[in-house]
Structures are given as structure tokens and as C-alpha cells.
């Protein structure tokens, strides 16, 4: 009964290690796009605020720009060394929950003003492409979170 296994062997399952290093190489190329996504987002935000107004009211739009600037610089420490970083996955991941609500909640305040007459195609458009930029990487963000814990757990066991 137990020189049953060695007389029948059961082939090896390499899949299950095949799509785990498949996982790893998502992960991996995820870390510089949430990065590179963050400080083009950064660069739109800024370049749409200081093109559209008054020169007497272009350091406030550039302080209103700035807070923004955390979200690149996380995504770049991310990047550089998740281990290291890791505690701070969980306030990226509520930065960016928050900033899709109020994204959320700005395009249908926006959606009243398009209603009452005035025209903001363009306005809509930018909106659309900046929640579902966020909702990606969101998503991405809360993958690499998971890697992160799977690597700590496995990093306590030794």
C-alpha cells in the first residue's frame, strides 16, 4: 500500500509555479507603469490648471497641484523597494480610493453644469480617462499590496 506511489508516480504539476512566476513578472512591470501613470497624471493636472487662468492666480493653482505629488513619489519608493516601503501600500491604496470618489463625485457635478447649457466635452473626456487611469491603478496598487503580504508571510515563516 505505501510502494503504491512509486509504483504509479503522479506527474509533477509545474502549472500551479508557471503562473506564480507569470504573477511575479505582472507585478514586477506594474510598479513603473502605477509610476509612470501617477506623474503624467501630475503633469496634465498641473499643465490644465496653470494654462487655464489668470497670471496673478498661478501660485495658488501651482499649490493646489502640489499635493498631488505624493502619489509619484510613493509609486516611485514602491518602485525602488517594496519591502522597505510596504507599510505605506495601505495609504497609497486610501489616496486613491479617495480621489476616485471625488473624481466620481466631481464628474456628475460636472454632468449638472453640462446639462444646464454649457458645453465641456473635453472637460468630460479628460474625467473619463482620469477615473479610469485611477481605478487601474488602484488595481494594480492593490496587486502589488498582495504580493507584499504574500512576501512577508513568507519571509516570517523563516
Given at each position: 500500500m505505501c510502494f503504491q506511489y512509486y509504483l504509479n508516480p503522479k506527474p509533477l504539476d509545474y502549472y500551479q509555479y508557471t503562473l506564480y512566476f507569470l504573477y511575479m513578472k505582472i507585478v514586477r512591470f506594474l510598479k513603473p507603469v502605477v509610476f509612470l501613470f501617477e506623474c503624467m497624471k501630475l503633469m496634465v493636472i498641473s499643465t490644465?490648471?496653470?494654462?487655464?487662468?489668470?497670471?496673478?492666480?498661478?501660485?495658488?493653482?501651482?499649490?493646489?497641484a502640489a499635493p498631488g505629488a505624493l502619489f509619484?513619489?510613493?509609486?516611485?519608493?514602491?518602485?525602488l523597494d517594496t519591502g522597505r516601503y510596504r507599510e505605506y501600500l495601505?495609504?497609497?491604496?486610501?489616496?486613491?480610493?479617495?480621489?476616485?470618489?471625488?473624481?466620481?463625485?466631481?464628474?456628475?457635478?460636472?454632468?449638472?453644469?453640462?446639462?444646464?447649457?454649457?458645453?465641456?466635452?473635453?472637460?468630460?473626456?479628460?474625467?473619463?480617462?482620469?477615473?479610469c487611469g485611477d481605478s487601474l491603478s488602484l488595481g494594480?496598487?492593490?496587486?502589488?499590496?498582495?504580493?507584499?503580504?504574500?512576501?512577508?508571510v513568507m519571509e516570517e515563516k523563516e
Open positions: 490644465i490648471l496653470i494654462i487655464q487662468g489668470d497670471e496673478p492666480g498661478l501660485l495658488i493653482k501651482i499649490i493646489l509619484p513619489i510613493m509609486a516611485l519608493f514602491i518602485w495601505p495609504l497609497f491604496t486610501a489616496g486613491k480610493c479617495i480621489g476616485i470618489f471625488l473624481l466620481l463625485g466631481w464628474f456628475i457635478a460636472s454632468r449638472q453644469v453640462t446639462m444646464s447649457g454649457k458645453t465641456l466635452e473635453f472637460a468630460v473626456f479628460a474625467e473619463v480617462i482620469l477615473l494594480a496598487v492593490l496587486l502589488i499590496n498582495k504580493e507584499v503580504k504574500k512576501l512577508s
